[in-house]
């Protein structure tokens, strides 16, 4: 009796607590909302949207998420990073609202792509440009000159040693080791793999005979290991041993080459990545204010950086309520602004775009709008 | 008194052995369920996998060009592991169950069961980060002095990132497993049998061969199977060590694959066709150890009866 009566009093004590509880809650977030309001710049957007693609942007997109979520009371962004294909396919059956894709949509997909956003159909916006670096390991080379066909030769095992002529006739001053050659590549299924191998498929085609591909070409034998960290810790412990990695993540103790374009060698910087960005040109037969950007891999202008990983935002140009386009455009003008573009260089060491790139995707952000 | 309180509680039981036999039927049930909804779900999402033309799947030549490399490297890995660890692990488990003083036998037990608690990324990471590049001279030794056996051919890797490698630390994965397993299978060992041996004049070693390792057998035969099923599915060691390729004769070269780090490596950016074909693996791998684990079961009902156990 004693102790079903302690049950019972126990029971009200936690019901009581509860009610206490959704109370304090119900209480909190009324003076949450009207303090938020006045603190939010430009129209207040409210809801949640929902995007799926690319891990490549992964840490950026946290960074960029967080922000927004902090600067606009009631919005928030989800991201989920399940690959770029998987969040080109999202967007056009409408189950996310955006998608980050390292390939702006193919011809078919942006046709397909009238059916949920719209007659013009969905729009590229560039975000993301990584620089991609050749990185290799010889404790006494500092400087190292390559050229498109001898890095294609190098990754494709066709080069056995460091003192190779056709790396030495690159370098006439530096002393090459007589050590082996050991390219160590991607496991995994990356972008940065795309991007490298697409590079050398167009600026050493007779060289690099596969296509470009997320997936390292099977048919190669040479070492791998697992992200950008594994190829760069993996280099990083073998002496003579060469890779491909974003330049943020290569660190002080390796060398990175320098890239032969037109009749120059480029070093690899941020501004040299813009640089090449900025002279891709647009794909044909998009809609007016798409920013689908074929890069040139051959290009020859004087200090641009041709191996770059350049990942897009897929939005639609029309979207069905006024509230989800605001949300949109709110979202993408944070991320191409000066801030997030900064955000983003901090925490996931990408190249900013520059000033012309950026100003060009504030204006096709504004074109975004709702069914009237 | 006595026996109202005896008749109560009788009647009691009898709800309690209702309730109680009903739940372990349902919790049998349930692990069949999910099983079958498992092989269900992988057997459905691989379909369109199994049914592509061939130039369609990663590689262009069809699934099964595409999957038997990748079985092989599965099994050359789970070889290279259960040859490391097996004598190590029932070596171990005989200093503790027989030779070891009881103080020291307790402590070693605890920290072979310790081993068992590293999350195998921690393995992996060791496996990559340390044991690849201390190991990379022993594998230039192998090529020059051993290469003529297909399994040592040179040029070694230089960065050690080798299926031999993968091996090494998964049977340090799988050693306490085993251990554990046999250990306690040779405290069980009856008395009465050690006695008789040691009673006709055996050694300590006669004493154990002739008593304790018969009686262990099945024991250690399970002990190995649970220890492969491990070495078979592990992914994330084998993920970060192994210098993934086609599938290379030699294990001091880079080159092999497991599936499971296959999945694990793809499954990020996969999108489409690729996840089925991902998937599919999965089921095979699934198959794979389905089969391993009657194999195991078949030996130990096959052996029971010269055992010593009945």
């Known amino acids: 009796m004693k102790a079903s009566r302690f049950g019972r009093n126990a029971a009200i004590a936690v019901i009581a607590a509860g009610a206490l509880a959704l109370t304090a809650c119900g209480s909190d977030n009324a003076t949450n909302s009207t303090a938020g309001t006045p603190a939010a710049s430009g129209p207040k957007v409210t809801g949640t949207l929902t995007g799926i693609g690319s891990s490549a942007q992964g840490a950026a997109m946290d960074v960029w998420k967080t922000n927004f979520a902090s600067a606009n009371q009631g919005a ?73 066909a001898t890095v294609a030769k190098i990754f494709r095992g066709q080069i056995a040693k460091w003192n190779d002529p056709a790396i030495a006739a690159l370098n006439p001053d530096a002393k090459l080791p007589d050590l082996k050659v050991t390219p160590v590549n991607r496991s995994d299924d990356s972008g940065t793999t795309q991007n490298f191998t697409d590079y050398l498929s167009a600026a050493a085609s007779d060289v690099w005979t596969d296509k470009s591909s997320g997936v390292w070409p099977a048919s190669l034998k040479g070492e791998n290991a697992k992200g950008t960290s594994g ?90 309520s006024k509230e989800t386009a605001d949300l949109v455009k709110a979202f993408e003008n944070y991320v191409v602004s000066d801030a997030g573009q900064k955000a983003a260089a901090e925490s996931a060491k990408s190249a900013p775009l520059s000033k012309a790139l950026q100003d060009k995707a504030a204006k096709s952000i504004e074109s975004i709008k709702a069914k009237s | 008194m006595t026996t109202t309180s005896l008749t109560t509680s009788r009647g009691a039981g009898r709800a309690g052995d209702k309730v109680f036999s009903a739940a372990t039927l349902a919790a049998g049930c349930l692990i069949l369920a999910v099983l ?58 005989l200093f503790i169950s027989h030779f070891a003083p009881r103080r020291l036998a307790s402590g ?8 068992a608690a590293i999350p195998s990324v921690v393995y992996g990471a060791w496996g990559a980060a340390f044991l690849a590049r201390e190991i990379s001279p022993a594998y230039g030794w192998l090529a020059s002095n051993l290469g003529w056996l297909p399994i040592f051919q040179g040029p070694a890797s230089a960065t050690g990132k080798t299926i031999l490698t993968a091996g090494i630390v998964l049977a340090v994965m799988v050693l306490p497993i085993i251990t554990s397993l046999s250990r306690e299978i040779f405290l069980q060992t009856p008395k009465l049998h050690e006695e008789a041996a040691l009673a006709l004049g055996a050694t300590r070693w006669e004493m154990i061969r002739m008593a304790v390792l018969p009686f262990g057998r099945p024991g250690i035969i399970s002990a190995i199977m649970l220890g492969l099923g491990r070495a078979l599915g592990e992914t994330m060691a084998v993920a970060l060590v192994l210098s993934s390729g086609a599938l290379t004769a030699s294990l001091i070269q880079s080159g092999n694959q497991t599936i499971a780090a296959e999945i694990a490596l793809n499954f990020p950016e996969a999108s489409g066709l690729k996840v089925s074909t991902l998937i599919a693996a999965g089921l095979v791998l699934f198959i794979i150890t389905l089969g391993v684990n009657m194999l195991a079961r078949w030996i130990i009902t096959r052996h029971k009866e010269f055992s010593g156990a009945n």
């Open chain 1, 76 to 148: 928030q962004v989800q991201y989920s990073p399940d690959g770029s294909g998987a969040g080109r396919k999202a967007i056009l059956d409408g189950s996310a609202q955006f998608a980050g894709s390292d390939a702006y949509l193919k011809d078919d997909e942006y046709a397909s792509s009238k059916a949920k956003c719209g007659p013009d159909g969905a729009l590229n916006i560039p975000v993301y440009i990584s620089p991609i670096a050749v990185a290799f390991n010889l404790p006494d080379v500092k400087d190292l000159k390559l050229d498109a």
């Open chain 2, 36 to 93: 079958f909804g498992v092989a269900l779900f992988l057997v459905i999402q691989a379909v369109p996998a199994l049914v592509a033309p061939p130039d369609k799947i990663q590689g262009g030549a069809g699934f099964f060009a595409y999957i038997w490399p990748i079985v092989i490297g599965t099994l050359i890995a789970a070889v290279i592991a259960l040859v490391i660890a097996t004598p190590v692990a029932i070596g171990v488990a």
């Open chain 2, 108 to 115: 070693l037990g605890y920290v072979i069961d310790l081993l």
């Open chain 1, 231 to 320: 190829v760069v810790k993996t280099v990083t412990d073998t002496p003579g041993a060469v890779t491909y990695a974003d330049d943020s993540a290569v660190s002080g103790k390796l060398g990175v080459a320098q890239i032969k374009v037109g009749n120059g060698f480029t070093t690899i910087s941020a501004d040299a990545a813009a640089k090449a960005v900025d002279a891709g040109k647009p794909v044909e037969g998009r809609a007016a204010n798409d920013l689908s950007i074929k890069l040139d891999r051959k290009t020859t202008i004087e200090g641009a950086y041709p191996i770059v990983l350049v990942s897009f935002h897929v939005v639609c140009s029309t979207y069905d």
